[in-house]
């Protein structure tokens, strides 16, 4: 059982910056992965980043990569996803989730927090 509450969404302009967070509580498993999910309207859910709680392992989207940066503090049980440049196709409802492994599919991952709208603009 883990709860996940993501934070830091907005409105930017493309090209700007955002930083989203994600606060982890209850059991958080070692060598769990967390990973960043979005979800725009009319399109399926999508991994954009994922990062196991220990070690170096990191996984992005081809259409993320150079552009954000997902990082992790386990003191404070919290994973981020620094995003920049950002650009209009970006815009989606940002999800964190918990799951066993680094893997692409939403199936893969156990729990999700409410999510936290992006939405970039023109």
């Known amino acids: 059982q883990v709860q996940l509450v993501e934070s830091g969404g907005g409105l930017v302009q493309a090209g700007g910056s955002l930083r989203l967070s994600c606060a982890a509580s209850g059991r958080t498993f070692s060598r769990s992965v967390m990973g960043w999910f979005r979800q725009s309207p009319g399109k399926e859910r999508e991994i954009v980043a994922a990062i196991r709680w220990s070690g170096g392992d990191t996984y992005y989207a081809n259409s993320v990569k150079g552009r954000f940066t997902i990082s992790r503090d386990n003191a404070k049980n919290t994973v981020y996803l620094q995003m920049n440049s950002l650009k209009p196709e970006d815009t989606a409802v940002y999800y964190c989730?918990?799951?066993?492994?680094?893997?692409?599919?939403?199936?893969?991952?156990?729990?999700w927090g409410q999510g936290t709208q992006v939405t970039v603009s023109s």
């Open positions: 989730a918990s799951g066993p492994y680094i893997r692409t599919n939403t199936n893969d991952y156990d729990y």
